[in-house]
């Protein structure tokens, strides 16, 4: 019996060995990372020495347009959609900070508000006077908020399942914490936030991935590598970290929608269980200017699921701009 006992406890041990040496990982030295995925992009410096990860594409001499990533994404997420509308327009992509090759900063500012100042600081910087911002998620929060504040620099915006708004039900929840996700609660505990440190397996990244979208099999090893990768550049999880202990309430007043002057269009998936598409019903409410675009069985990422109508539906879209 007791020989039985060892040797299920041996195998128990061998087993849990294996998962934490394919769950820690530590930090990915910045030259690695550049070296492998910076080609054709570069960096620009803000006047506080934050340094910004930009990719610059198409015609300098056509309309501008910004593409705006969500939470712990990236540029690398948004490239075929960046290409795509690159052949008829100049597009900006950029990495927020904390997030892809721009990585945690010297302010260690990542609140919405300083995002709206690096949007300022990359269009003064390309001497741009309006722009299109296309946003994802939180880009598209970050997105709205500038055409906002900031009218007369916008020629118009598309939202792509943005945040920034939520139900008054989806509010409550948030402040009762119900609901929570898993790494907001470990990383507003001091045992948590440390593990978060190094406890990063790759399989959370394709689980999560699998879950915000339809369709599995557009998580692929690439992107589930890439994405992975992003998020172990040193410091990142650390400034991640901070962003998550840091969030009191991520949700603005919808009346400021109705300040929004400038046509927008908002892509929704039907399927999204990270912003539910109700949300839409909001956005119809408070911009008087919105064309909304409603995908059926497509989840949190609309420009990768359904590629080919997104393209089309933003193309058709620029395309009325004046």
């Known amino acids: 019996?007791?020989?039985?006992?060892?040797?299920?406890?041996?195998?128990?041990?061998?087993?849990?060995?294996?998962?934490?040496?394919?769950?820690?990982?530590?930090?990915?030295?910045?030259?690695?990372?550049?070296?492998?995925?910076?080609?054709?992009?570069?960096?620009?410096?803000?006047?506080?020495?934050?340094?910004?990860?930009?990719?610059?594409?198409?015609?300098?001499?056509?309309?501008?347009?910004?593409?705006?990533?969500?939470?712990?994404?990236?540029?690398?997420?948004?490239?075929?959609?960046?290409?795509?509308?690159?052949?008829?327009?100049?597009?900006?992509?950029?990495?927020?900070?904390?997030?892809?090759?721009?990585?945690?900063?010297?302010?260690?500012?990542?609140?919405?508000?300083?995002?709206?100042?690096?949007?300022?600081?990359?269009?003064?910087?390309?001497?741009?006077?309006?722009?299109?911002?296309?946003?994802?998620?939180?880009?598209?929060?970050?997105?709205?908020?500038?055409?906002?504040?900031?009218?007369?620099?916008?020629?118009?915006?598309?939202?792509?399942?943005?945040?920034?708004?939520?139900?008054?039900?989806v509010i409550l929840d948030f402040k009762s914490q119900k609901n929570a996700p898993l790494a907001w609660k470990l990383a507003n505990s001091s045992f948590g936030s440390q593990m978060l440190l190094y406890f990063t397996p790759k399989f959370f990244v394709r689980e999560g991935l699998k879950d915000s979208i339809v369709n599995d099999s557009l998580v692929t090893d690439d992107w589930v590598n890439s994405f992975h990768d992003m998020v172990l550049l040193e410091g990142s999880r650390e400034a991640i970290g901070e962003i998550l202990r840091s969030i009191k309430n991520p949700f603005d007043d919808p009346l400021m929608l109705k300040n929004i002057n400038s046509p927008v269009m908002l892509i929704h998936g039907t399927d999204d269980n990270l912003i539910n598409v109700n949300v839409t019903n909001i956005y119809s409410k408070n911009i008087s200017n919105l064309d909304l675009k409603i995908y059926e069985n497509v989840g949190h990422w609309p420009a990768q699921e359904n590629p080919d109508r997104a393209l089309k539906d933003i193309k058709h879209f620029l395309s009325g701009l004046n």
Do not use: C
């Open 1 to 169: 019996m007791k020989k039985y006992i060892y040797w299920v406890l041996g195998i128990l041990f061998f087993l849990i060995t294996i998962f934490l040496y394919n769950s820690i990982y530590f930090d990915i030295p910045r030259n690695t990372l550049e070296k492998e995925y910076v080609s054709d992009s570069f960096f620009i410096s803000l006047d506080d020495n934050t340094k910004i990860h930009v990719k610059d594409q198409g015609n300098k001499n056509k309309p501008s347009i910004f593409v705006l990533h969500g939470f712990n994404s990236s540029l690398f997420d948004f490239e075929e959609l960046s290409t795509q509308l690159s052949k008829d327009y100049r597009v900006i992509s950029f990495d927020f900070p904390a997030f892809g090759l721009t990585g945690a900063t010297p302010s260690k500012n990542y609140s919405i508000e300083y995002y709206l100042k690096v949007v300022e600081s990359i269009k003064s910087y390309f001497d741009l006077d309006q722009i299109v911002l296309i946003g994802h998620s939180m880009g598209g929060h970050v997105s709205w908020r500038y055409a906002e504040e900031r009218p007369e620099d916008v020629r118009g915006i598309v939202l792509l399942a943005p945040g920034g708004i939520g139900s008054e039900q």
